[in-house]
Every structure is written in structure tokens, then in C-alpha cells.
């Protein structure tokens, strides 16, 4: 997941630059959990691999606990209308209080406390 959402951050970024000259902006919005039905659409693998099989427990309590304490869809949906309605908008809107802590970590925490950190909360070993 983190280098699927570099990726979106710098192809954002990138086209932004792009777009400004057409008048047009683009803004990346950063929920953390959110209440919704994503996850009904998980394919599970047609094989599991076994060493991968603690790992897969840890991460599936992990996530619902984290869902359960989710933002509703509507913490989100308020942001996108700022963002979409701001004058001059930024690139990046957090969205909910996890994702603002998360953010706010990411610019003061050096990177291997902040990793730590990421590890530890999805308890991860390493």
C-alpha cells in the first residue's frame, strides 16, 4: 500500500502542475479508515501461503478494529467539498483525525520512529 499512494501523490502532483496552466487543479485527498463496503470486494487468493498466515491474522484484527473506530464517509465527504470549493486549493487534504495525526507525524517524526510506529500499530514484527 505505501508505494501505491507515493505513487498517486507524485502522479497527483505531476498533474497538477500539468492542469494549472487549463485552470484546472488537483487536490489528493487523505482519509484514514473509513466506514464503507471497499472491503466487501476483497478477492481472496486462490492459494495462501503459509509463512504469510500469521501475518494475514494479525492484519485481519488489526483492520477491524480500526473499522470499527472509523470515520463515517461523511468526515470525507466534507472535505472533497472543501477542496472542490476552496479559491486557491491546496494538493493535499487530510480527512478525519487519524489521518491529521498521521500527516502531522510524516513532517516532524524521523522516518524510522515513524515507521516503527506504522509497524507496531499494525503489529507487524521487524
Request: net charge positive.
Amino acid at each position: 500500500m505505501p508505494h501505491s499512494k507515493h505513487a498517486v501523490e507524485g502522479y497527483s502532483e505531476a498533474l497538477d502542475h500539468e492542469l494549472r496552466t487549463r485552470g484546472i487543479r488537483v487536490a489528493v485527498i487523505e482519509p484514514a479508515f473509513t466506514k464503507t463496503q471497499f472491503e466487501a470486494n476483497n478477492i481472496e487468493p486462490d492459494a495462501k501461503l503459509d509463512e504469510y498466515h500469521n501475518v494475514r491474522t494479525s492484519l485481519a484484527k488489526v483492520f477491524s478494529q480500526s473499522m470499527a473506530n472509523a470515520d463515517d464517509p461523511d468526515v470525507v465527504a466534507k472535505v472533497v467539498v472543501k477542496a472542490a470549493s476552496a479559491a486557491r486549493p491546496k494538493l493535499r487534504y487530510t480527512a478525519g483525525v487519524a489521518a491529521g495525526r498521521l500527516s502531522l507525524l510524516r513532517a516532524f517524526a524521523p522516518a524510522g520512529i515513524l515507521d516503527a510506529g506504522i509497524r507496531k500499530s499494525l503489529q507487524l514484527e521487524g
